[in-house]
């Protein structure tokens, strides 16, 4: 990504990425999940076969409304949101001020302009009308009754050409008279604050609190470095009340552990496609027929500490692996089985350590996991320090949105298990990736690091890379 149209180009597919995903995830939550509940009601043998009956924990998690749309679980969409929020942010104040910018002169005039026009109408009136049709036969197949919102095989043609022609329409016009480009900024303007909406929405449906609070301390952070590393007393007193009120949101009444029947449920293990349960309960029928429309959840569920008191244990056990295997680790992926080797009676089950960073230590031993710390230590002091130097506020504006972003990324990672998660990592290392590249390219001559430093630096990763391949391939996969 070595020129801005690269840039562009990547940064658009992410945005949309972040819209498609969290626009999915505001749907499943609305239609999907009353419809698996009602399937799973019609159906036993489903809950028969996927989970070995309907427990109490289950029922109590159909019953909850949390979002995770396309993810397996709540949390990785929350991490997935805290992630995009930032940057769409940004891009969302920069789309629109370019939209509404008159310094973009009109195009000129060419011969070929009016079949260009026509193009752009068929093309955006296809597109819409394509998505409309199909996700109104989408939303039938999600329904228990089958019945899509508009019946019949052409009568949704009917309904759904008038709104894609406008669509096309308005493309058209916009070409005709500004050009491509300015329909391009257009787009960027309706589209990036549309993701910014349901990425927000998602978050919030999502009930992650460790993403809210990752992604509060990382807007934060970003304050501090858009008033230049220094903020007036009226900004940290405001930082400090607001610091106040997050901790106090964050301490509920105690509450007595939940029992059914007479049976402790444990808390699922939420990294496999099938549940580990141990305890399953013997008399179903008592635990009545689930709540359709689920049950709601309110600003109270956010204080209750039960899951944050349940990793309180696995990150216990997990220091104990640690310090044993300090040099070579138990080998990757072999937490879980070297976790029941140093668990401790009261410590709850687990495959992951939700906290990616001791995760590391544990499989990959001291230079693994410090490598890994390091890269992290070293891209949040650094994006710091290069937003710092910036002096144009809207670079800045953009540099912090992709940062911010990947920080509250990192930050989440310290109570749950993103990076063990390939699809919302991959995301996570890309965003990265744009930062350090949007970052060089606007880099001052005179402020770029030394070309030796850098080859040291990067040997230095090099060798550590190579010693800690060297090292776990010692250990055998248990």
């Known amino acids: 990504m070595r020129t801005q149209r690269a840039l562009t180009i990547v940064v658009s597919a992410i945005a949309l990425t972040w819209f498609v995903t969290s626009a999915w995830a505001v749907f499943h939550y609305y239609v999907m999940l009353p419809g698996m509940r009602q399937v799973l009601m019609n159906n036993p043998a489903v809950s028969a076969h996927y989970f070995g009956g309907i427990s109490p924990e289950l029922k109590n998690r159909l019953e909850a409304n949390r979002a995770f749309g396309t993810f397996l679980f709540p949390n990785a969409l929350g991490a997935f949101t805290a992630l995009g929020i930032p940057l769409l942010l940004a891009a969302s104040v920069r789309g629109v001020k370019r939209m509404l910018s008159s310094e973009i002169p009109d195009a000129p005039a060419h011969p070929w302009t009016n079949w260009f026009t026509i193009a752009v109408f068929f093309s955006f009136t296809t597109v819409v009308l394509i998505v409309l049709y199909f996700g109104n036969d989408f939303i039938g197949t999600a329904r228990p009754d089958g019945a899509a919102p508009i019946g019949g095989t052409y009568r949704p043609f009917a309904v759904f050409l008038i709104p894609a022609a406008g669509i096309g329409f308005a493309a058209a016009w916009v070409t005709s008279r500004r050009g491509l480009f300015r329909l391009g900024e257009v787009v960027a303007g309706i589209g990036a604050p549309a993701a910014l909406f349901f990425s927000l929405f998602a978050l919030w449906l999502s009930y992650s609190r460790g993403a809210m609070v990752a992604l509060a301390g990382a807007a934060v952070l970003s304050v501090w470095i858009l008033w230049g590393g220094r903020l007036p007393f009226g900004a940290k007193r405001a930082v400090a009340m607001l610091l106040i009120g997050m901790h106090v949101l964050a301490v509920p009444a105690s509450r007595a552990q939940e029992e059914v029947d007479g049976y402790l449920v444990p808390e699922p293990l939420p990294t496999r496609f099938e549940y580990t349960w141990v305890q ?126 990947t920080i509250a990324f990192a930050v989440n990672s310290l109570v749950d298990f993103n990076f063990q998660n390939p699809s919302i990592a991959e995301l996570a290392m890309i965003v990265a990736g744009v930062f350090y590249a949007q970052a060089r390219q606007t880099e001052p001559d005179d402020a770029a690091p030394e070309w030796t430093s850098t080859r040291v630096i ?18 055998a996969r248990v």
């Open 458 to 475: 990067r040997g230095i990763g090099v060798a550590l890379t190579v010693l800690t391949i060297v090292l776990t391939a010692t250990v």
């Open 280 to 405: 399953y309960v013997k008399n179903l029928e008592s635990l009545g027929e689930l709540d359709i429309e689920g049950r709601q959840r309110s600003l109270s569920d956010l204080g209750k500490l039960d899951s944050f008191n349940a990793r309180v244990t696995y990150w216990q056990v997990g220091l104990r692996m640690a310090r044993a295997n300090l040099w070579t680790g138990v080998g990757l992926d072999n937490f879980r089985q070297g976790y029941l080797q140093y668990q401790f009676l009261g410590a709850s089950d687990v495959e992951a350590a939700h906290n990616d960073f001791l995760q590391y230590f544990c499989e990959t031993g001291l230079f693994g996991g410090g490598l890994f710390l390091a890269f992290w230590v070293y891209f949040g002091v650094w994006g710091a320090r290069r937003i710092l130097r910036e002096d144009d506020l809207n670079a800045r504006r953009w540099l912090i949105g992709i940062y911010a972003g």
